[in-house]
């Protein structure tokens, strides 16, 4: 397995929306890596559950009840983790919701898009995420180490007939998000990456993505794996949590998913500051 190549035994790593789908993968890949995993998320019995079956396969897991779309709260709780282990490795911001359906339904419409629904999907999938990582980065650029990784989509990467609107401009917006944070934090030898992966059948939607005319629809993309996170979410954590971090390459991977554009993947070399 693709994991048994990075060793993150004595590493401290915080996942939100860790109690589910692809974020339950990633503290699985990270606590099989040998790292103490922190699973945050607002499902405090989705929580427990997966505390158990990561102690049970993969080694040590804690839990915090965390509502990413309370900027005070991930302030506390990721300061909690770095004070009481005295380090913080990796952060991933994966916590996402769905903004329903896309365009082709009447309720997917730009006109029928709710003031509620738009600020929510913002508070959770852009302000979650930009609050996670600025937490994360007060911890890593003191400490000259880290590693942050954040949730985006290849909706964000171009238009997706699938999605809401809030989805596909929050997850666009936290691609750029990505490559402005790794440019800043590249210096300090924290080093940040995107991932956005095509779909998998999660909990995302309340299941929506499993519904038969949905599933249709992405029987058309041939995506592969997408029952079975755990080996794609492997490679991708370890492109985007390897490397030196003293030359950074701020990549937005993607999972296999035929017509989105080629991951971007873009080399910088900047300034260390003094
Ligand atoms: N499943 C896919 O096809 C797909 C594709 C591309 C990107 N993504 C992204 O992956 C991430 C994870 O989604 P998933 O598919 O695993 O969905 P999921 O619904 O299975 O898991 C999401 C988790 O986030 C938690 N969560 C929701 N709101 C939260 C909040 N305010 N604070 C803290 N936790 C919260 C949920 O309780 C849940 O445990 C999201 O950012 C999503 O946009 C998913």
Not at 38 to 53: I, P, T
Not at 85 to 101: E, I, T
Request: charged residues 20%.
């Amino acid at each position: 397995m693709i994991e048994e190549l990075f060793d993150m035994r004595g590493q401290v790593a915080a996942v939100t929306g860790a109690a589910s789908g692809l974020g339950l993968a990633t503290a699985e890949v990270l606590a099989r890596a040998g790292a103490r995993v922190v699973l945050l998320d607002v499902d405090a019995r989705g929580l427990q559950a997966a505390k158990q079956a990561i102690e049970s396969e993969a080694g040590h897991a804690e839990t915090a009840v965390l509502d990413v779309s309370d900027r005070a709260a991930v302030r506390a709780a990721i300061d909690d983790i770095a004070h009481r282990h005295g380090r913080l490795d990796a952060v991933v911001a994966n916590a996402g919701v769905s903004a329903g359906p896309g365009y082709r339904t009447e309720i997917g419409q730009i006109n029928a898009v709710q003031d509620e629904q738009w600020d929510r999907v913002l508070a959770i999938n852009l302000s979650g995420v930009f609050v996670t990582l600025q937490a994360a980065a007060a911890h890593m650029k003191k400490q000259r180490s880290g590693r942050i990784v954040a949730m985006a989509s290849v909706a964000g990467l171009k238009s997706e007939v699938m999605c809401g609107y809030a989805y596909t401009a929050t997850k666009a917006a936290v691609v750029n998000l990505v490559r402005q944070t790794a440019m800043e934090l590249a210096p300090y030898n924290v080093m940040v990456n995107g991932i956005a992966p095509g779909p998998f059948r999660t909990q995302i939607a309340n299941g929506r993505i499993r519904q038969p005319e949905v599933e249709a629809e992405f029987a058309n993309l041939e995506t592969q794996g997408r029952d079975r996170p755990m080996p794609v979410i492997s490679f991708m954590l370890w492109c985007s949590l390897l490397g030196t971090g003293a030359r950074t390459r701020p990549v937005v991977g993607r999972s296999a998913c035929p017509g989105a554009p080629a991951a971007h993947d873009s080399s910088v070399s900047p300034r260390v500051p003094r």
